[in-house]
């Protein structure tokens, strides 16, 4: 069981910028897939981003491609979600997950984005 730990989030006025961290400690980090997801208040948790094991390959959701970047550095077990541009509706407590096989089945606490117009 890998533990995750997200950090960076905060308050940001629309068009501001972010970037959100996640820690990750136990298993070789290596060995997972990696992606974010987020969830706002009174609705669904709903996919942002995800990246595979060596960082070559990387996926968004139609609402924020062109605006985040999923990134990860495997030698200081880090993955990242550089986020540009943000509108209010990106506002939600965002989760950093790991998949080792049968998907995310491994969640960090959450951080929060608020995102004021």
């Known amino acids: 069981q890998v533990q995750l730990v997200e950090s960076g989030g905060g308050l940001v006025q629309a068009g501001g910028s972010l970037r959100l961290s996640c820690a990750a400690s136990?298993?070789?980090?290596?060995?997972?897939?990696m992606g974010w997801f987020r969830q706002a208040p009174g609705k669904e948790r709903e996919f942002v981003a995800d990246?595979?094991?060596?960082?070559?390959?990387?996926y968004y959701a139609d609402s924020v491609k062109g605006r985040f970047t999923i990134s990860r550095d495997n030698t200081k077990n880090r993955l990242y979600l550089q986020m540009n541009s943000l509108k209010p509706e990106d506002t939600a407590v965002y989760y950093c997950?790991?998949?080792?096989?049968?998907?995310?089945?491994?969640w960090g606490q959450g951080t929060q984005v608020t995102v004021s117009s």
């Open positions: 136990g298993p070789p980090f290596s060995r997972y897939d």
């Open positions: 990246i595979n094991k060596n960082g070559a390959g990387t």
């Open positions: 997950a790991a998949a080792a096989g049968r998907g995310y089945d491994n």
